[in-house]
């Protein structure tokens, strides 16, 4: 998502809740060993915030489930959430709650940090494709919290002048490159998109590739390939350009589409908050064009995840059952702009932000991160070779087979 340069932003909690500190709330049981305390405890929950928004509606949310069941919580907004979760569970007192990134799911269930309490809260209605990406090694490992989908964004008042209307909304690849030709002119170019995977990626998977299937690397599939080259010949025809390529560079799409650098950008659903900076900017989102595979888009999220040396799994499993709710999430969506992660809650949420439709669409068809351990250092080293991509220069064929090798070398074999 945005967050990062990449991703962008954790997210999280408010509600009337519904479910009290020993109540099931029609949610599964699990029969794996939990470290409980007996007892009122007190719980902390480590969250990389947004800003004050989200501190607060989790604070409140925490506090509020807090007061029914006559536990304390103490939330810590942290500076640099991997950072401090690193050194937390080198500890012997992590946090017991925490925001957990999808693509980190691997690397901390591996390393035996998480506890695997995804079963107990398997009947909230997830969304399938974020249970997917919760799991690991065949086990559910935590309650996905919130999702984003990636959709194109398009300024209205730039399409109106390139005598576009409805009807030319791109629904495949060849309208999208007929679309970016028209809308770039002068220093404005047709589509501006982030320089790396959780950009691309989405084209890639149009194409019928993704970088792993099944815990093995896919990264040699031939729509990855394809994808890319989609990429390349839209940049070749000078109607996409990298968020760093233009003049001057922006920082992400979002603000190359805010200053007006770009017709038309692929973001997520976080791009709402962005905008707020660019009053004047007009736009809508749709889905994402079809490719040569059919619909494809990427999808974010983070879940609460568990601290495998937490005594208080038990407590924490029931705060976590206050807080995907879709009472609670739409909360959350009303805070601080983040969708739910249950259908439910999608539903609702769509019905409320009519605008963010496209949003949540991709979410029944979206491709999460990679999620398998070791790969960080594999897909850092791709994404800076993508990043020099132009539609001159730039191997895209050479760099996916040295991401097939290196990352098949990182998993063992």
């Known amino acids: 998502m945005r967050r990062t340069p990449i991703l962008a932003v954790a997210l999280a909690a408010t509600s009337a809740l519904a479910l009290s500190a020993c109540g099931g709330g029609g949610f599964s049981s699990s029969t794996a060993t939990q470290n409980t305390k007996k007892g009122p405890v007190k719980l902390t929950v480590m969250i990389g915030s947004s800003g004050d928004a989200e501190t607060k509606a989790v604070k409140d949310a925490t506090a509020a489930w807090a007061s029914k069941t006559g536990n304390t919580v103490e939330v810590i907004a942290a500076s640099d959430l991997g950072q401090q979760l690193g050194q937390a569970f080198a500890s012997s007192t992590p946090p017991d709650l925490f925001y957990t990134d999808a693509s980190k799911i691997g690397t901390y269930a591996k390393a ?22 919760f799991t690991y090694d065949g086990k559910f490992y935590c309650a996905p919290k919130d999702s984003s989908t990636l959709a194109l964004e398009i300024n209205t008042d730039l399409w109106q002048k390139a005598g576009l209307t409805d009807a030319d909304i791109p629904k495949d690849w060849a309208g ?27 084209f890639m998977k149009q194409a019928g590739g993704w970088v792993v299937s099944d815990g093995k690397m896919t990264a040699d599939a031939p729509g990855n390939l394809q994808g890319l080259q989609e990429v390349q010949k ?15 560079a922006a920082g992400w799409g979002g603000e190359a589409f805010g200053k007006g650098l770009a017709a038309m950008t692929i973001e997520g659903n976080w791009i709402a908050g962005g905008m707020k900076d660019y009053p004047n900017i007009k736009y809508k989102t749709v889905e994402l064009p079809a490719g040569p595979a059919g619909k494809g888009t990427l999808l974010f999220s983070n879940c609460w995840g568990i601290a495998a040396k937490s005594p208080n799994q038990a407590q924490a499993v029931e705060l ?18 983040v969708m739910p992660s249950t259908t439910e809650g999608l539903k609702q949420f769509s019905a409320k932000y009519p605008d963010s439709k496209a949003f949540v669409d991709g979410a029944a068809y979206g491709q999460g991160p990679v999620n398998l351990p070791g790969l960080d250092d594999v897909i850092g080293k791709f994404n800076s070779q993508l990043a020099t991509l132009t539609g001159t220069s730039g191997d895209p064929e050479a760099w996916l087979s040295d991401l097939q090798k290196n990352g098949s070398a990182a998993l063992g074999g």
Do not use: C, H, W
Request: aromatic share 8%.
């Open 176 to 202: 999208l490159e007929t679309v970016a030709k028209k809308l770039t002119k002068g220093d404005v170019t047709g589509l501006v998109i982030g320089n790396d995977i959780n950009r691309s990626g989405a």
């Open 320 to 337: 976590v059952k206050s807080l995907i709710t879709p009472e609670q999430q739409m909360k959350f969506a009303d805070a601080f702009g």
């Open 112 to 133: 035996g940090n998480l506890y695997a309490y995804g079963d107990q809260v398997k009947d909230a209605g997830f969304v399938d494709s974020l249970v997917k990406a």
């Open 234 to 248: 839209m940049m070749k025809e000078g109607s996409l350009k990298f968020n760093t390529q233009t003049k001057p």
